[in-house]
């Protein structure tokens, strides 16, 4: 029997639902099939409040699919969809059943009236510090600004990993020039491509670009959820995430679902861009991670022979902005033709151009964005004071 959705719903429905009460299929948990390359992703959906005690029915779906002819590996998550018109559930729960001691589910923090309330969520072991990269809309150079970022920490000594969690729309296979796919250790961990130095996992190097676009909201973040926690990224410093542009239920979901230590928001000079700019920045807030700056992208041009610098967009608007709200101005990257032309070569200009100004922009930026992190993680670092 070939595989394609039908036969994993017929499987399916040898797996029972809660309370031993029907099957998963028939009682309309099972929300969507994906397929791509003969792995198959989906997710059950569930009350919020029992996704933990729902783990093994979770794992007899993914054995159940697994065991499948033509099947060389399953992601199945839990997920509890909001119902419209209620209050919004804690972040889906998505665990794993492959013998990892370790909880991924999160959990919120209550908090005593008047203190901010931290979700509580699981680090990545390994992992220092991760910070998104958003945008409030698509096109103002935020993953341009991510790559070049990641590699400008680099470049200060860190050691740097990047995460293309713009599902939809991957380019950091392209950015980096990686093509191929990556190696799976027991068809299971995800060994990260490398360019640069730079560990890298996106979306882009397990399937195609173009059908990441017709993913639902679950599949999304299984597929989030696995190239964070599922992906052999070793000791990291930090972990840049490049997020999807936007400030919608996707978007809010994902800044909810990883642990971030904190945000860098893009925006060009554009009055409009600085509007989706605060959304971002109201986005973050809402899910308590600490906004730790504005990167003013095509802030201004610098002309490629004379070196004469023009302030064509009416520069200077994210300054302004970032210190309205209070969150910490990083820096201005001018508008140049070679930032593109690198970017589109795969060549991110901070390694095609080490010495060159835009370098050494995106690396004043990083020195920035480390020590916003220094002081944001000293800041949830448990503290004794004396009085
Ligand atoms: N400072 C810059 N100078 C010149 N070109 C730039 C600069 N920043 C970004 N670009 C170009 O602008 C285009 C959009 O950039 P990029 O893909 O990084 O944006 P994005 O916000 O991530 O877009 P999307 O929302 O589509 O993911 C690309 O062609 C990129 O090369």
Redesign the pocket.
Known sequence: MALDKNTVLEALKTVRGPDLDGNIVDLGMVSDVFISDAKVYLSINVPAERARELEPMRQAAERVVKAMAGVKGALVSLTAERKAGSAPPPPPQHTHSHGHDHSHGHSHATAAPGQPARPAKAGIPGIGAIIAVA?GK????????AVNLALALQANGLKVGILDA?VY?P?MPRLLGITGRPQQIDGRIIVPMENYGLKAMSIGFLVDEGTAMIWRGPMVQSALMQMLREVAWGELDVLVVDMP?GTGDAQLTMAQQVPLTGAVIVSTPQDLALIDARKGISMFNKVEVPVLGVVE??SYFIAPDTGARYDIFGHGGARAEAEAIGAPFLGE????IS??EH??AGTPIVVAEPDGPQAKVYREIATRVWSEVGRHSARQAPTITFE
């Open positions: 945008s698509g096109g103002v150079g935020k993953s341009t600004t713009d729309g380019s542009p992208n095509m990257v001018p508008l140049t930032i593109r970017s589109d």
